[in-house]
């Protein structure tokens, strides 16, 4: 079955880094496009970044556009989400997703808090 599991949440400060990285199994995840969506208190899920299986495009929210970098290895089967320059704005569960011959897959999250 198809899994995915995100990993490298934290507490960090305004200003730092953090790179998440998502593991996918149960698929060819060399046919899919993946995505990083993010959940705020109180917010709605919203899309923060997407890949293309080729990694031949990218797209960004305009939130993250020049802070977040969206990469994939398809050798490991694993998604990554770089993000820099982290501001408290940024503060939510961040969700792997996936749309794989017309469904939709999620992980668990892993939750990212930017705090002084």
């Known amino acids: 079955q198809v899994q995915l599991v995100e990993s490298g949440g934290g507490l960090v400060q305004p200003g730092e880094s953090l790179r998440l990285s998502c593991a996918a199994s149960?698929?060819?995840?060399?046919?899919?496009?993946m995505n990083w969506y993010r959940q705020a208190p109180g917010k709605e899920r919203e899309l923060v970044a997407t890949?293309?299986?080729?990694?031949?495009?990218?797209n960004y929210a305009d939130s993250v556009k020049g802070r977040f970098t969206i990469s994939r290895d398809n050798a490991k089967n694993t998604v990554y989400l770089q993000m820099n320059s982290l501001k408290p704005e940024d503060t939510a569960v961040y969700y792997c997703?996936?749309?794989?011959?017309?469904?939709?897959?999620w992980g668990k999250g892993t939750l990212v808090t930017v705090s002084s």
């Open positions: 149960g698929f060819t995840f060399g046919y899919a496009a």
């Open positions: 890949i293309t299986r080729a990694a031949g495009s990218t």
């Open positions: 997703n996936t749309e794989y011959f017309g469904r939709s897959y």
